[in-house]
């Protein structure tokens, strides 16, 4: 059964950098996707783009290009999602999810609030 | 992009009711879309993949029909367990997009 453990619960600050983890258990990692999907509060959900965990291979939605890092560690079997400079608006839960089409696994979530 | 619009935004069912949620996208998107159940405070869980595929464990009151731009997912007698949000989403190409959710709410 494959399994999505994602990272904490973050609290920061507007302009504080940030990096979120996804570790995938219970499938070859090296030969899957994982996505990050944002959920703001009370909204609905917003693909953020994928990641190919053999090669690193990343794809973005034009929504989210250059305001996001998707990378991944192979050799842990992880992979992140960061932020340079965090805004108010980031404030959201974030899941990662298995599959390149449609998504058959969910993480969590994990819950980043944004606020000075 | 794709644009997914699901109709209606809110639906106000009883148990026992049939109920039918529509999506359609902006263009076509042949089979490849997929159902997902979000109940408050938990991740979604997907119900049907390729349109109207049963995921593994899914009860067999939820269904799925349609290709190309419009699709529809029902679930044939309404049980307390499924007062929920649900969501379409389109995989035919990137980026992968999804509709807004429809909220089925207990009349």
């Known amino acids: 059964e494959v399994q999505l453990v994602q990272s904490g619960a973050e609290v920061k600050k507007p302009g504080e950098s940030l990096k979120i983890s996804c570790k995938a258990s219970g499938y070859s990692f090296t030969s899957s996707w994982i996505a990050w999907v944002r959920q703001m509060p009370g909204k609905g959900l917003e693909w953020m783009g994928i990641?190919?965990?053999?090669?690193?291979?990343?794809t973005y939605s034009p929504s989210f290009q250059g305001q996001v890092t998707i990378s991944a560690d192979k050799s842990i079997s992880t992979a992140y999602l960061q932020w340079s400079s965090l805004k108010a608006s980031d404030t959201a839960m974030y899941y990662c999810?298995?599959?390149?089409?449609?998504?058959?696994?969910w993480g969590l979530g994990t819950l980043v609030t944004v606020s000075s | 992009d794709i644009q997914m619009t699901q109709s209606p935004s809110t639906l106000s069912a009883s148990v026992g009711d049939r109920v039918t949620i529509t999506c359609r996208a902006s263009?076509?998107?042949?089979?490849?879309l997929a159902w997902y159940q979000q109940k408050p405070g938990k991740a979604p869980k997907l119900l049907i993949y390729k349109a109207s595929t049963l995921e593994s464990g899914v009860p067999s009151r939820f269904s799925g029909s349609g290709s190309g731009t419009e699709f529809t997912l029902t679930i044939s007698s309404l049980q307390p367990d499924d007062f929920a949000t649900y969501y379409c989403q389109q995989y035919n190409s990137y980026p992968r997009t999804f509709g807004q959710g429809t909220k089925v709410e207990i009349k």
């Open positions: 263009q076509s998107i042949s089979s490849w």
């Open positions: 999810v298995g599959g390149s089409g449609y998504f058959d696994s």
């Open positions: 990641i190919y965990l053999g090669d690193s291979d990343t």
